[in-house]
């Protein structure tokens, strides 16, 4: 095929978009962009019953987040069900399909007969060649491909290879169903014809479907567009993927704090690669990406390796980006009221925090955490390990210490730090005597950044009122 490259991605709005819908939309925004083609959206809702308004906002919404942008306008399979109809039309002209009137007892019976018989159940074909005048009263017919019978149906993949499908296998299956409506393998065929989609990447649980559609892109005297089928992703203990092992939608992976950069890195990585490149930028995987390049083994999800990759993202991304990010997870967050009312008024003071918080941080969640105490109200609540630090000797040291701080010349990391450390020397104290009660009075925990970036954040006035509601 020449020509402008156009991939699709094709989800069912039946829910969120899962990280493995959002995987091979990548895949397909990948190469559309590494060839200079495009990427299409369909979306692909001709259950009705199944699909929702809520769903298609969703998984846009999971895209958007993604920074995973197509081309042109969604398409609604649901809105073509009248092109759907009128190819089937030409192909019971064209004697390539045809009526058939089994009833679902016949179509039972055939089933438990192949059963029996140690075969797959298969459709008999005997509408294939019977004249319509013979059909029974009052039955809807549905409309059936004639699938060849001889030989065998080839899917020349570019990730599976060249994978051969025996005809007597692929049966003449449903393209119209009895009530008019066109069925999945049908609508595919039709809409990715005429969207000119050139390329098709999607799971390898597609492959068979590929065959079937083969046959009618072949009746129609269509090109068939390329395929990729690429492998699913299971979990670290090799399973297919569920929900522990984080088969969730995107929109989970945003509440959990991680960056969009890192999960379409780590994404990326997920059954191809480029050597031994972990971090990639956007640039990079445009760059590199080819889908040949995919593995054919399916690949694990490895909740580590996925926020060892956000914290590298974390730590080197700016400090303004990560406050921004913050401010919009937190209405998904529970528990976050506090810090949302008294946001606006803390933001200076959290991005003045921001280099310090980002060095222990592996995701945006962690970083709330480590910076609640800049949201704190006094006097603090203290964390159990806090409250052990902060015993008689220690709330002792804080009132000895609070005029050594109240006399520093500047309020910064340099002169707290000096002043700390002169203190503690002059009591003849080793400094974590000393760093340790000043971080539980100024946080309400044991772990914090260091203890002279936040006092140096919070500033002086609250430094030292809360250190003041803990002196002995």
């Known amino acids: 095929m020449t020509g402008e490259v156009v991939t699709r991605f094709a989800p069912s709005p039946t829910g969120f978009l899962h990280i493995g819908g959002a995987r091979t939309a990548l895949f397909n925004w990948l190469y559309a962009k590494h060839t200079g083609g495009k990427m299409l959206l369909r979306i692909e809702d001709t259950d009705r019953e199944r699909s929702s308004q809520a769903a298609v906002e969703a998984i846009l919404d999971g895209l958007h987040w993604l920074g995973l942008e197509w081309d042109g306008e969604p398409l609604s399979q649901f809105s073509r069900v009248d092109r759907h109809r009128e190819v089937a039309e030409e192909l019971l002209s064209a004697g390539k399909a045809y009526y058939c009137y089994a009833s679902p007892e016949e179509l039972t019976e055939m089933r438990e007969k192949a059963r029996a018989e140690g075969r797959p159940p298969r459709y008999d074909g005997r509408w294939r060649d019977r004249d319509p005048s013979e059909a029974p009263e009052g039955v809807k017919p549905v409309i059936r491909i004639k699938a060849p019978r001889d030989g065998e149906t080839v899917v020349r993949d570019m990730v599976q290879g060249e994978v051969r499908f025996p005809n007597k296998d692929l049966d003449d299956f449903i393209i119209v169903r009895s009530d008019g409506t066109p069925t999945y393998m049908h609508a595919v065929v039709v809409d990715d014809h005429d969207m000119g989609v050139t390329h098709i990447i999607r799971g390898d649980d597609h492959l068979t479907n590929a065959a079937r559609q083969t046959i009618i892109f072949e009746a129609m005297g269509w090109a068939v567009p390329n395929m990729s089928h690429i492998p699913l ?240």
């Open 233 to 472: 992703i299971h979990g670290p203990d090799g399973a297919k993927l569920s929900k522990r092992h984080g088969a969730l939608g995107v929109e989970a992976y945003r509440a959990m704090g991680y960056l969009p950069e890192a999960l379409r890195n780590y994404l990326a990585r997920l059954g191809w690669s480029h050597g031994d490149d972990e971090i990639m930028s956007t640039e990079d995987m445009i760059s590199w990406f080819d889908v040949t390049d995919v593995n054919k083994g399916a690949a694990r999800f490895d909740f580590a390796k996925l926020e060892a990759i956000n914290g590298h993202y974390v730590r080197s991304a700016d400090d303004a980006y990560l406050v921004d990010r913050i401010e919009a997870l937190l209405p998904e967050l529970e528990g976050t009221e506090a810090v949302r009312a008294a946001f606006e008024e803390r933001r200076p003071q959290l991005l003045a925090a921001m280099p310090g918080l980002k060095e222990r941080a592996k995701t945006l969640t962690d970083l709330i955490d480590s910076a609640g105490y800049l949201f704190a109200q006094r006097p603090l609540d203290f964390d159990e390990k806090a409250a052990g630090i902060l015993t008689d000797d220690a709330r002792a040291v804080l009132g000895r210490i609070r005029p050594s701080l109240e006399a520093a010349a500047e309020w910064n990391v340099e002169a707290l730090d000096a002043a700390v450390r002169a203190f503690a020397e002059s009591e003849g104290l080793k400094l974590g005597k000393v760093a340790q009660p000043l971080r539980a009075a100024l946080t309400g925990r044991s772990t914090s950044p260091g203890v002279f970036d936040v006092l140096a954040v919070l500033g002086r006035e609250e430094s030292l009122a809360r250190i003041g509601d803990c002196e002995a």
